[in-house]
């Protein structure tokens, strides 16, 4: 092994200014330090083993988040917030459904018949819907929020039988009363999508006004029957996340509702990006 200049010692190391290697040095030093890393490794894999541990750590798991409450408790709202902060994937099975009924289908058909009796759409027909939704690539790299569903205790449990559990779920508590009020006056623009209320978020003009549009299940008659099957599965399906649920009061300003939203999520990435330090110490 060659070492330019041939002075150099050991014992009185040139300056890095002024010590340089020859091609053939470095190629001759890079593999004794591999033979060296191998024979480290071998003799204690655990060091290997524990800095890789470490790399992979870094990376934190995207979070997965359910979100709950009854038909026009606010969760709607809530999701947008919530991707807007932090771009999870926003998966709504109520959207899904009414894509498949537009879609002429004959699982959108069946679906419409037990939605306008204010009735779970069967499990057969959503539960593969919203796997493959949470299966696909953005989901899976970017995080998801699945917004109301699962709606009973055998829809979640296909859900944690697929390998999708939550690292959070929320539940937003509404007065019936004002969940019943909301369903009402909602309605929806077709051309944007958005929702409106013509109480409280009414058009802001009235060529928007003009083509807004009422969801079939959002007169009173149906919205009772919503509530009353909402009330009845929602204490099953509690139980099976009731190590991380959190409640939370809907009938509050949007922004205050969401700053407690926003506070559990930050808590929750703070301690996944604290995790790291702990394994490399």
């Known amino acids: 092994m060659t070492l330019c200049p041939p002075r150099a010692s050991l014992s009185s190391p040139p300056s890095r200014s002024t010590f340089s290697f020859s091609g053939d040095a470095v190629h001759s030093l890079f593999r004794e330090s591999t033979i060296f890393l191998r024979r480290a490794s071998s003799r204690s894999p655990s ?8 790399v992979a750590a870094e990376k934190a798991e995207p979070l997965k988040i359910m979100i709950s409450g009854a038909p026009a408790s606010g969760k709607g709202t809530q999701c947008e917030l919530i991707t807007q902060k932090y771009g999870l994937v926003h998966i709504s099975a109520g959207d899904l459904l009414r894509a498949e009924i537009a879609s002429g289908s004959e699982n959108g058909r069946r679906a419409k018949e037990f939605m306008e009796k204010g009735q779970l759409v069967p499990d057969e027909i959503v539960v593969m819907m919203v796997k493959d939704r949470l299966s696909q690539t953005d989901s899976e790299q970017n995080g998801w929020l699945l917004d109301g569903y699962p709606r009973s205790s055998s829809q979640a449990t296909a859900l944690k039988g697929f390998g999708f559990q939550p690292d959070l779920f929320i539940v937003l508590e509404v007065p019936e009363d004002i969940l019943i009020e909301r369903v009402v006056g909602r309605r929806l623009d077709p051309v944007t999508g958005k929702i409106y209320h013509l109480k409280y978020s009414p058009p802001e003009t009235e060529a928007v006004a003009a083509r807004l549009t009422q969801r079939f299940d959002d007169t009173e008659e149906k919205a009772k029957l919503r509530l009353k099957t909402h009330n009845q599965n929602v204490s099953d399906v509690l139980s099976m996340y009731d190590d991380i649920t959190i409640k939370i009061k809907g009938n509050r300003p949007k922004e205050e509702v ?24």
């Not at 999520?265 to 990006?273: A, T, V």
């Open 47 to 54: 060091i290997v083993a524990t800095r890789f541990q470490v």
């Open 258 to 281: 969401f700053a407690q939203i926003d506070t559990a999520l930050s808590e929750m990435l703070q301690q996944r990006n604290t995790a790291p330090s702990s394994l490399s110490s």
